[in-house]
């Protein structure tokens, strides 16, 4: 079976995440966005893994173990775990060396790739790392390869992260055999967030063992996610009034800006460029979407995602259609069109790449626009 997979979100006990980020909204979202399989994240805190274990899951709905760690040079890595037993078994052996594991979601484990890894391993669980090549706590922005970070131990999975997509990876030699993931590191169960990305997994077993197996065979389907320029560190930018450089620029201005004295951050695509070999790995298909509240919001001309007629319009198109991915990936745009005929014209457009494209970088996002609305 095809499974749709967001195997990296947050909790309600992590920074800057939503109240609402608790197991009966995180379900409810993947309903509406057509996710069958969900990563709990933020396993490690013993008051949210007993959550999810007292919430109630149906059959149509694969629950994963996950979690990210800020190890050793605050890189962070993404793990995922066969069973809540494994999730328990890991919390007691990190926990002695975790200041915060109790409150934070996202817990500081002062270990070096390699060791939080070595640990992973032991409890059946799988791991790399997460968002591998943005300019903050990625593997990339401190290591210059992964057997720096992870030794000897080997890397199951590496995440795109929003700035980057397969293409980014797949000239880099050392990942020519690691699987790419695609997810959505949500903060929110709004379906603008919740599985924004997702990974397209061949599934032999329909339980998080199935789910680990997959990815430990490279049964990646397709990767499905953002256009890269959208991400918010996609091009090289002052972090305080994103003007955009040049990789050359920012070297000359030894990464200062001129403007405000604000720092040069390294975009995604200047460091993927600059660890690629030029040899390209073959790779599954990678599908760019948009968030289709965000195509919503374009075509009836408001401020935000979040007003009544926006959110008015993306019920309908759920209602009639089931899920959004269905409605981005599957959905005729005549049968769109039944709905509006606006809206049809611009699926019709993302689909077809007929998008201007404004990249993001220095943390804030990029922004797209759809001609001839």
């Known amino acids: 079976m095809q499974a749709a997979a967001d195997l990296h979100i947050h909790s309600c006990f992590s920074m800057a995440s939503s109240p609402r980020m608790v197991p009966f909204e995180i379900i409810r979202g993947c309903r509406v966005k057509g996710i069958s399989v969900i990563g709990t994240g933020d396993i490690l805190h013993p008051e949210w893994r007993q959550m999810w274990q007292d919430t109630p899951v149906d059959d149509d709905i694969i629950v994963v173990p996950t979690t990210e760690v800020e190890g050793s040079g605050r890189v962070h890595h993404l793990i995922l775990l066969p069973d809540f037993d494994a999730a328990q078994d890991l919390a007691r052996r990190l926990g ?8 934070n979601g996202r817990p500081r484990v002062p ?6 890894l070595s640990h992973v391993h032991a409890v059946g669980g799988i791991g790399g790392p997460a968002h591998a090549f943005t300019p903050y706590t990625s593997v990339y922005a401190v290591h210059a390869s992964l057997s720096s970070c992870y030794g000897d131990e080997p890397v199951d999975l590496l995440e795109l992260g929003l700035s980057a997509d397969s293409r980014y990876g797949a000239g880099i030699t050392e990942l020519a055999h690691v699987p790419f ?7 929110s169960p709004e379906p603008s967030k919740l599985g924004r990305e997702f990974t397209v997994l061949s599934l032999d077993r329909a339980d998080s063992y199935g789910v680990l197996s997959a990815i430990r065979q ?5 990767n499905v996610g953002f256009f890269p320029e959208e991400g918010k560190y996609n091009r090289t930018a002052c972090s305080r009034c994103f003007r955009q450089y040049t990789l050359q620029e ?3 201005y030894s990464w200062k800006c001129p403007d ?13 460029e ?5 040899i390209i790995s073959e790779r599954p298909p990678y599908l760019h979407v948009i968030p289709l509240s965000e195509i919503i919001q374009r075509v009836l001309d408001t401020k935000s995602p979040a007003t009544r007629r926006c959110r008015d319009l993306y019920l309908q198109c759920i209602d009639k259609f089931g899920d959004e991915i269905t409605v981005l990936m599957k959905t005729s745009p005549e049968a769109i069109a039944s709905v509006d005929i606006r809206l049809s014209h611009a699926i019709r457009a993302f689909r077809e790449g007929n998008i201007i494209l404004h990249p993001g970088g220095g943390g804030k996002y990029g922004s797209f626009e759809i001609p001839d609305l």
């Open 96 to 103: 002695p060396m975790s200041s915060d594991m109790n409150r």
């Open 111 to 116: 270990l070096s790739g390699e060791e939080i």
């Open 274 to 278: 600059s660890l690629s070999s030029g």
């Open 260 to 272: 405000d004295g604000g720092r040069i951050k390294k975009g995604v695509a200047e460091r993927a």
């Open 218 to 222: 490279g049964k990646i389907v397709m």
């Open 250 to 252: 920012a070297i000359s």
């Open 181 to 187: 993931l695609t997810n959505s590191d949500a903060h």
